[in-house]
Every structure is written in structure tokens, then in C-alpha cells.
């Protein structure tokens, strides 16, 4: 069966190119179906599509009895991908905000399959603040953008916002198609966020993860077919829906989880930055703050360490958080656990790293050279490590 795609036409001037994308993306062995905003058919028509994908073409949410029992759903499952070409400022804007007031916006809203976004508008919308943002949003949640060319745009400026060449869109197109079933089958196990451990009922021990790191990566590898257990600490991240979701609070909850988790698994992504210490004795009630206290502090089980020695076959993907040392840190970890690659990150920058939206990360990996992954989107970085360590899965 032939991957499909759902090509989503918005009103743009260069809404007349989806026709000449539709015909190449059939030629390279796609199944293509149009929906058109109603903006787009100001520019083309439903019988121009239809006659060259031999699909019908959608456009109206109350036209779906005519079309067959929610058109929006069947369409949102059937997609191997959508591709939006041309995608205008508002329709970026909807995305963003999460709109479905339309029949493509309805579909986009209920997909699980890869998106790809084709901008093309007047350069000075392309770079107007609003826009940045909304593209902003729609990178950090995974969207892939075709960036558009510089050159004479319809309202005769100069500048980015040319639509981007149809042979670019297709190539986009089908590498984002060969990835999305990288992992297909695959049952990855990820941790995220920071534990707690209590110092009393009220006090804990913890750090300043946000766990936005871990939740990229499961969104990621759910784009990319995978099955994910994500077992996350303390966070007030909403977890992807596809995923299995275990929720701790302790190194120690987080341990027995992960072990429970890698039944079966084929990788352990441990991006979680778990406490190094605990207490050795958690007070039963409150420590008055007028008391003298020491805290005795014991270590906490090496998660990952742990894990290879239940599963020696497993493949183990590790984070190290560092300040200082960094490189000859990260590969001396990678050697004594045991792993098949580990991130490193440079916690000490303020621009990337804990809490931020962007992270920026080196890779090693066993019998290759470090790969250096630029500043980005931690939803970019996931999908960097993700391909990375593909073979190790």
C-alpha cells in the first residue's frame, strides 16, 4: 500500500504550484489527497485536484455525510504525513493556537502523523513577530518546515517568503516518511524530569529539571512509530498522549519503574536527572527551623548502571549534565555503564539546558566521532539523537 499524503492548500497566490506538488509527489509513488481552505478555492478548484490525484477533495466539514461518516477522522488516520503547501500566516497562526474551525485544520488536529509546513507570504508577514512565534510553536511541537526562498514575491518585494522549490518539498516529504518508521516497532523506554527525595514531610531534596528534554524525545520517537513507556518525576509537562505514562517521585520509585519498563524493551533513553543523594532518614515530622538539623545524605542507585546489569542486551542511551570537564566526563560514563551513546549538554549556560525551550548537545557514540548537535528546539535535538541512535535500537 502506498504511503499517503494529505496535501492541505491554503490561500495563497502560490496556491497555483500545489498543483504541479500533487503531480510530483504522485509520480514518486505517493497516494495524494487534497484539502482545499476555503481561501484556496479563490485561487483553484476541486476539480483540478481531483482530476489528477483521483481523490476526492475536501474543503467543507459539512460536506463530510456527502463524502462518507467523519471525512475529518478517516483522513487524520489514513495520513502517512500532511503537508500544508502553501501555508499562510493565518493558517500558521491557527496551528499554532490550535484551531479546528475548518476541515484541514480538524484533520491536522487529529492526526498522529508527521506535518510538514510550506510557508510562502509577503517577507515583511514571513518575518513579523507574531509569525516568528507561531513558527516557534509549531517547531517545538515537531512541525518540519521548508523554509522559503528569498526572491520577487506576488506583491512585486523582495525578500524570504518565495515559496520553496516543489523538488525541496518532495525531498522534505520523503525523508520525513523514511524517518517516521525508523522506530516502527520498537518499544523505547524514557525517563524525565527531576526526583524528589524527602528530607520530611514537608522539605525535599531536588534540582531545576523541567523535564522538557524527556518529554521531546517520547514525542519524537512516538513520530517516529516507536511504542513509548515514559517514566517521569516531578513536572507540570503535559505528557504525549500515544505514550505509556509512569509517574514517580523518588530515585528509588524511579529505579523499580525503569526496571518493570525494560521488559521487552529494545532502548532506555535516560534523560532524567535523578538526585545523586537522599536522605539517610527521612524525618517523620516537620524539622523546626529554630533546630539545629545535619542532613546525613547516602547515594542513590545508578539508574542506568542498574539497568544494564538486569538487561545486558539492552541498548542505553545516557544524558550527562556537566560544568566543568565535559567531553573526557561524558566518555568515561559512556564507557563505565556500559551505554551505546550519551548526550552531553553544558548545564552551566544560561541560553540552553534546564527549563529553556532550546538545548544544544555533543553525542558520542561508540566507535564513531562525537557529533556535535547546534543550539535548536529540544524537539529538534530529540529528533537529532533519535536518528543518531537508530542502529543501536
Known sequence: MKPVVVLGVSGSIAAYRAADLARDLLRSGLDVKICLTRSAREFVTPILF????????????????????????????EASLILICPATANLLANLAHGNADDMLTTIVSATRAPIVIAPAMNPQMYASEANVENLSVLKARGVLLVEPQEGDVACGEHGEGKLAATSEIVRVVHEALFLSSLYKGKKIVITAGPTHEPIDPVRYIANRSSGKMGFALARAAIQLRAQVTLIAGPTALTPPPAAAIVRITTAGEMLDATLAACSGAHMLIGAAAVADFRTEKVALDKIRSDQPATLALVKNPDILAEAKKAYPDLAIVGFAAETTGHLEDAQKKLEAKGLVAIALNDVSRTDIGFDSEENEVTLLRNGTEPLRVGRDSKFNIARRILEAVAPFA
Open 50 to 77: 481531483e482530476t489528477l490525484t483521483g481523490n476526492p477533495c475536501l474543503t467543507y466539514v459539512f460536506d463530510e455525510p456527502k463524502r462518507g461518516r467523519m471525512a475529518h477522522i478517516d483522513w487524520a488516520r
